[in-house]
């Protein structure tokens, strides 16, 4: 099972200068590092990433997001 965020969730984050010094607040990054893992995310989706941590997905919770907005899962294909 891989579990990716939403790009609407990635663009608040590219774009939201007030949005990345929260969630930097509070993970105790900068919010240098949350604009570069939304950077690289944008570039390439990474499965199970720095993102999708139980913190991360709480914070946007807390803001008003339901688990659906936030991130989506992919199950990989099973093997006949």
């Known amino acids: 099972m891989n579990v ?3 790009k609407k969730v990635i663009k ?3 774009e939201d200068r007030n949005t990345r010094m929260e969630l930097a607040l509070a993970l105790g990054v900068s919010e240098r590092a949350i604009w570069q893992m939304a950077d690289r995310y944008t ?3 990474t499965a199970n990433s720095s993102l999708t941590k ?3 997905i709480q ?3 807390d803001k008003g997001l339901s688990d659906d907005e936030i991130f989506y899962i992919e199950k990989p294909a099973e093997k006949l």
């Open 43 to 45: 570039i390439k989706e």
């Open 4 to 6: 990716f965020i939403q």
């Open 59 to 61: 914070f946007f919770r």
């Open 12 to 14: 608040k984050l590219s």
């Open 54 to 56: 139980y913190a991360v």
